[in-house]
C-alpha cells in the first residue's frame, strides 16, 4: 500500500527547532505537490505547508510562515518541514500527504496518508 513514513517529531520547549521527515514508502513522489498537515487533540486537520512537485511553489500557514520551511529532496524520496521558534500551539500530530497541486488548507484531494509524527512544544 502507496503511503508516507513521517519522522523527527518530539518533546522540544517553546523556541526551540525541530526537522521533520516525510519519505514515500513503494513510490516515488517527484511528480507529486506534497503537503504538511497537523491535527490537534479535539481539532480538526488543518494545512500547515505545501511545496509543489518541482520544489519551485510553496505555501504556508499564517500561523507558521516565517517560522517554517519546507523542502524536499526528491533523490532521497523525502520532504521536510523545518520547524524553528516553536510554541505550544504547534503540538500537535503531524501528517504528510501528496496531492497534484501544491494546495492549502486542504486536506480534501491530498492521498497516501502515514501515521503521523508527534510534536509537542512545552517547558
Known amino acids: 500500500q502507496l503511503h508516507f513514513v513521517e519522522s523527527g517529531g518530539g518533546l522540544v520547549q517553546p523556541g526551540g527547532s525541530l526537522r521533520l521527515s516525510c519519505a514515500a514508502s513503494?513510490?516515488?513522489?517527484?511528480?507529486?505537490?506534497i503537503g504538511w498537515f497537523r491535527q490537534a487533540p479535539g481539532k480538526e486537520r488543518e494545512g500547515v505547508s505545501c511545496i509543489s512537485d518541482s520544489g519551485g511553489s510553496t505555501n504556508y500557514a499564517d500561523s507558521v510562515k516565517g517560522r517554517f520551511t519546507i523542502s524536499r529532496d526528491n533523490a532521497k524520496n523525502t520532504v521536510y518541514l523545518q520547524m524553528n521558534s516553536l510554541k505550544p500551539e504547534d503540538t500537535a500530530v503531524y501528517y504528510c500527504a501528496a496531492d497534484i497541486l501544491c494546495r492549502l488548507p486542504g486536506p480534501q484531494g491530498y492521498d497516501y496518508w502515514g501515521q503521523g509524527t508527534q510534536v509537542t512544544v512545552s517547558s
Open positions: 513503494r513510490f516515488t513522489l517527484d511528480y507529486y505537490a
